[in-house]
């Protein structure tokens, strides 16, 4: 069975700085992705960012990065330059396969405040 | 068109009321997926559809069901619902068969059941 720990319930930044958000998962499927959502208080889950397991560089979307430690299991968030609409929800994610369907299933998430 | 649409966004409704909650997408996706999410917690899986028929039931209580009229819509079915049923319900539309693919998800209907 696919697992996901999300260790830190909650972080604070102040606005401009950098901040890494962790995520550790257990797989033993030879190939999988890495997924990060934010949720706003307004409830939409937001894709931010993936990593596939055999991508050779870490993946950047804008602001997001994704620190992929292959052989240490993780996958932790990177958030540059905070602002402070990036207070909410994060969530790391997967989709392990079950019943032949791939089902999209997530750690139990990280709260991000983000202090002026 | 990247949209998953939920309707409505909020709901209250009384423990002998019948409703429904209903999700649309455009985006040729294959699998539809049902989550109920606390506050403060990760979703919950509910429901799976893949190719328009249920793939997978998470033992949920018979209160709810879904139903999937076709490839773009998936509805949820709500009665006799309990206060402890009152939570954010998602849908979310994926690529089926892609462990690569994200999934995309609606802003959800708030449910408070009263």
């Known amino acids: 069975a696919q697992k996901i720990t999300q260790t830190q319930p909650g972080m604070f930044v102040q606005e401009k700085e950098a901040v890494t958000l962790d995520c550790t998962y257990d797989?033993?499927?030879?190939?999988?992705?890495l997924f990060w959502y934010k949720q706003p208080s307004s409830g939409e889950m937001i894709f931010l960012i993936y990593?596939?397991?055999?991508?050779?560089q870490n993946a950047t979307e804008g602001r997001y990065s994704l620190n992929f430690q292959k052989a240490r299991k993780s996958a932790n968030l990177v958030i540059s330059a905070s602002q402070l609409g990036d207070s909410a929800m994060y969530f790391c994610?997967?989709?392990?396969?079950?019943?032949?369907?791939?089902?999209?299933?997530f750690g139990r998430g990280t709260s991000l405040i983000v202090h002026p | 068109d990247t949209e998953v649409t939920q309707t409505p966004k909020h709901l209250v409704m009384g423990m002998t009321n019948k409703k429904s909650l209903k999700c649309e997408q455009h985006?040729?996706?294959?699998?539809m997926y049902w989550y109920k999410q606390k506050a403060k917690k990760p979703p919950e899986l509910m429901f799976v559809?893949?190719?328009?028929?249920?793939?997978i039931n998470e033992s949920v209580p018979s209160r709810f069901s879904p139903e999937c009229p076709n490839s773009s819509l998936l509805n949820l079915h709500l009665h006799a619902l309990q206060p402890e049923d009152s939570a954010l319900y998602l849908c979310?539309?994926?690529?089926?068969?892609?462990?690569?693919?994200?999934?995309?998800f609606g802003q959800g209907t708030r449910l408070t059941v009263v």
């Open positions: 979310a539309s994926s690529q089926v068969n892609r462990a690569d693919t994200e999934a995309f």
């Open positions: 797989t033993s499927d030879p190939s999988y992705g």
């Open positions: 990593q596939g397991s055999y991508d050779q």
């Open positions: 994610a997967m989709k392990p396969t079950a019943g032949g369907s791939y089902i999209p299933t």
């Open positions: 985006m040729g996706h294959r699998a």
């Open positions: 559809y893949s190719y328009e028929k249920l793939s």
